[in-house]
């Protein structure tokens, strides 16, 4: 299997395991972003503040990246 890699500038986020992530997510906004074929790239708001980028490929297991403050 493949991992991915999020190509994208992310300052002032860390890389961060999917349970880190996850509990940090909940109760949050949704926010689905276009990606290249056969991916997902999904950002997750609080009060209009993005907290959380999860990149999905078909595949390979999700990266996630969270704002460095949490």
């Given at each position: 299997?493949?991992?991915?890699r999020?190509?994208l500038?992310?300052?002032?986020?860390?890389k961060?395991?999917a349970n880190?992530?996850?509990?940090?997510?909940?109760?949050t906004?949704?926010?689905?972003y276009?990606?290249?074929?056969?991916s997902?790239?999904?950002?997750?708001?609080?009060?209009g503040?993005?907290?959380?980028?999860e990149l999905?490929q078909?595949?390979?297991?999700?990266?996630?990246?969270?704002?460095?403050?949490?």
């Amino acid at each position: 299997m493949i991992e991915p890699r999020l190509n994208l500038p992310l300052a002032g986020f860390k890389k961060a395991s999917a349970n880190e992530a996850n509990a940090l997510v909940k109760d949050t906004q949704l926010i689905h972003y276009e990606a290249p074929e056969c991916s997902a790239l999904y950002g997750y708001a609080r009060k209009g503040q993005l907290i959380a980028v999860e990149l999905i490929q078909l595949g390979a297991v999700s990266e996630w990246w969270i704002e460095e403050n949490n």
